[in-house]
T-cell receptor, first 115, second 114 residues
Framework: AQTVTQSQPEMSVQEAETVTLSCTYD???????LFWYKQPPSRQMILVIR??????QNATENRFSVNFQKAAKSFSLKISDSQLGDTAMYFC????????????FGQGTRLTINP | DAGVIQSPRHEVTEMGQEVTLRCKPI?????LFWYRQTMMRGLELLIY????????DSGMPEDRFSAKMPNASFSTLKIQPSEPRDSAVYFC????????????FGPGTRLTVL
């Protein structure tokens, strides 16, 4: 069974700082996708960034980037120049390419950006 | 595109009553997922449909929960009878199979069972 672990329940940084959220996962599969979802106070789940396991290059999306270490099964999210609107719960998620394509979520990290 | 639509956004009911949650996936998406989110258990997948057919319902907590997808544009999640421990936010998500895992979520239904 696949599992996703986020070891930081809460984090807090000042506006404009850089913050890194950690995520590790466990799987015996070789082909899979990893995601970071954001859930602001509105509770809407929003896809932030996506990484294909077969790609060595780390995904980037504007101020958001990932550090994907396949051998270590690590998938951290870096937010640069953090903004007040980045305050949210962040969930790391995993799915295998074959089969049911179900998302397995981590427990989430509550990120607060302080002015 | 309107995105995934869920109704109602909020539901308050009394224990023992029947509750029906509704979802309209994004047009053209062929996979639909129902999730439940609580503080204690986080996000849990309840059931998953592909091309309107239930594929995996192993996450449905018990027989009081049932889900249907009569066509590609509509799904329901029913709880009968409801219990206080069913109080949670229920999300519906849809995806296009082939874009593995890239699920688009609805705004959720906050259910409170008194």
């Amino acid at each position: 069974a696949q599992t996703v672990t986020q070891s930081q329940p809460e984090m807090s940084v000042q506006e404009a700082e850089t913050v890194t959220l950690s995520c590790t996962y466990d799987t015996s599969e070789s082909n899979y996708y990893l995601f970071w979802y954001k859930q602001p106070p509105s509770r809407q789940m929003i896809l932030v960034i996506r990484q294909e396991a077969y790609k060595q290059q780390n995904a980037t999306e504007n101020r958001f980037s990932v550090n994907f270490q396949k051998a270590a099964k690590s998938f951290s999210l870096k937010i640069s120049d953090s903004q007040l609107g980045d305050t949210a719960m962040y969930f790391c998620a995993f799915t295998i390419i074959q089969g049911a394509q179900k998302l397995v979520f981590g427990q989430g990290t509550r990120l607060t950006i302080n002015p | 595109d309107a995105g995934v639509i869920q109704s109602p956004r909020h539901e308050v009911t009394e224990m023992g009553q029947e509750v029906t949650l509704r979802c309209k996936p994004i047009s053209g998406h062929n996979s639909l997922f129902w999730y439940r989110q609580t503080m204690m258990r986080g996000l849990e997948l309840l059931i998953y449909f592909n091309n309107n057919v239930p594929i995996d319902d192993s996450g449905m907590p018990e027989d009081r929960f049932s889900a249907k997808m009569p066509n590609a544009s509509f799904s329901t999640l029913k709880i009968q009878p409801s219990e206080p421990r069913d109080s949670a936010v229920y999300f519906c998500a849809s995806s296009l199979r082939g874009r593995a895992g890239e699920q688009f979520f609805g705004p959720g239904t906050r259910l409170t069972v008194l």
